[in-house]
């Protein structure tokens, strides 16, 4: 065989492969489209009346559940569907197109595939192309969360709260859009990015098309310079501001700084049950709120409440309402205690530290008239 036989062989079976394609076109693979809109869908067969009527066309819906309906064959719509869909047939010398339109607008249920398909007399599909259309559904509910305060009015004026200063993880939900909605969180002007949303098909649906219930949190730490801010989740659906919703709270920060005070200590080597005292004094606070340790400045060791170790022993007392005393007490002082800055911690419900030391003076040894005191 020579050459361009060769080539035909290769080139011949793609044509007749592609051919099954090319016989259709269709003027939109994929559309969202609203409850009520009026779309068109043109299908163009390049084939003359003649072959149409030994090979019909049909429009047919498919739903996402597998379920087929015909719709129209050539351009006559089925019995019991002429209310709901219309297909214009236009010739010209080469070409038949069918287009298909819907005459009550677009349904909820409509959402899935409409295909042109092309038979031969023994129903065997000769080509066939189809439009994915996705009924669009606006956002159904938004709720906006941050501590214990939760909004799900849209579109109000900024709701004001009160927030100690601290961190917070606020959440932001929509619920019942298709497609998701994408939901963005702002302090003021910033947009804080935490983690991705999270989207789950609504399962309760029973009937398409499918909706989506979407979660967005931030991490935000927020400070008295916080004060005055918006807080605002704004969720859209397909970035069209007509379908947004919006929630804000206006901030107002407050901090209860914790009062820490710490005694001095003077100790010389070797003295034994040597105590750095320091008490705490905020609202609420007691010594079972784990929130309260020693820290080791030199290297950032921490001792919590009951810590026993290595010669070094917490304790924490709860003394009137709203204070506590906690002691760090030394086994037997070394010259390393004395190298060391100790703090004591305080860290609140909302993530913020305080930190105080309380100071281990190393006590000189002087002699005076024989005896062996310190200063
Ligand atoms: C329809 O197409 C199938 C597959 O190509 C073929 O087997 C069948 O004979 C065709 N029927 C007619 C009536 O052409
Ligand atoms: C503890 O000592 C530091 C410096 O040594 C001093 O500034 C502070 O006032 C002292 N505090 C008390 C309660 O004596």
């Given amino acids: 065989m020579e050459l361009s036989g060769k080539i035909c062989i290769v080139i011949c079976a793609l044509m007749s492969v592609s051919n099954g394609s090319e016989m259709l076109t269709l003027d939109k693979q994929e ?21 149409l009527i030994g090979n019909p066309l049909k429009w047919e819906k498919r739903g996402r559940d597998g379920s087929k309906v015909v719709i129209s064959v050539l351009a006559n719509v089925e019995a019991g569907l002429a209310d709901e869909y219309n ?21 909820e249920d409509y959402d899935g595939h409409f295909a042109c398909v092309l038979y031969n007399k023994s129903n065997t599909v000769l080509a066939e192309k189809s439009v994915d259309v996705h009924v669009i559904q606006t956002i159904k509910k938004t709720e906006f969360k941050i501590g214990d305060q939760k909004q799900t ?103 209860i700084p914790p009062e820490i005070s710490c005694n001095n200590i003077t100790a010389m080597k ?3 049950f040597v105590e750095l005292t320091c008490t705490i004094k ?19 060791d921490r001792y919590d409440v009951d810590y026993n170790q290595n010669g070094l022993r917490v304790f924490c007392l709860n003394q009137v309402k709203g ?3 906690t002691t760090l007490r030394i086994d037997a002082v070394t010259e390393a205690n004395f190298k060391t800055d100790y703090f004591v911690v305080y860290v609140n419900k909302h993530s913020t530290t305080t930190r105080k030391q309380a100071i281990l003076n190393q006590g000189k040894a002087i002699v005076s008239r024989g005896h062996l005191s310190e200063v």
Avoid at 89 to 103: Q, V
Avoid at 285 to 300: A, H, L, V, Y
Wanted: glycine share 6%; aromatic share 8%.
């Fill in 31 to 51: 559309e969202f489209v609203l409850v009520g809109a009026s779309p068109q869908y043109k299908c163009t067969v390049n084939k003359n009346a003649n072959f």
């Fill in 87 to 107: 297909v214009q047939l236009d010739t010209t010398d080469s070409a038949m197109s069918f287009t298909l339109s819907f005459k009550q607008g677009i349904k």
């Fill in 153 to 255: 009015v849209a579109g109000e004026p900024a709701l004001s709260i009160r927030l100690e200063e601290g961190t917070y993880k606020p959440i932001c939900r929509t619920e019942g859009s298709n497609p998701a909605a994408v939901i963005k969180i702002y302090l003021g002007n910033t947009e804080e990015m935490g983690d991705p949303q999270v989207e789950v098909p609504d399962t309760s649906r029973t009937q398409p098309p499918p909706v989506f219930n979407v979660e967005k949190s931030v991490t935000i730490m927020l400070k008295p310079a916080d004060n005055n801010k918006i807080l605002k989740c704004v969720a859209k659906v397909r970035d069209d501001d007509s379908m947004k919703t919006e929630i804000s709270y206006k901030l107002e920060v407050f901090s």
């Fill in 270 to 272: 070797g003295n034994k």
């Fill in 282 to 300: 905020v609202p609420g606070i007691t010594c079972t709120s784990k929130n309260i340790f020693w820290e080791n400045g030199e290297n950032g």
């Fill in 323 to 325: 204070v506590v005393s």
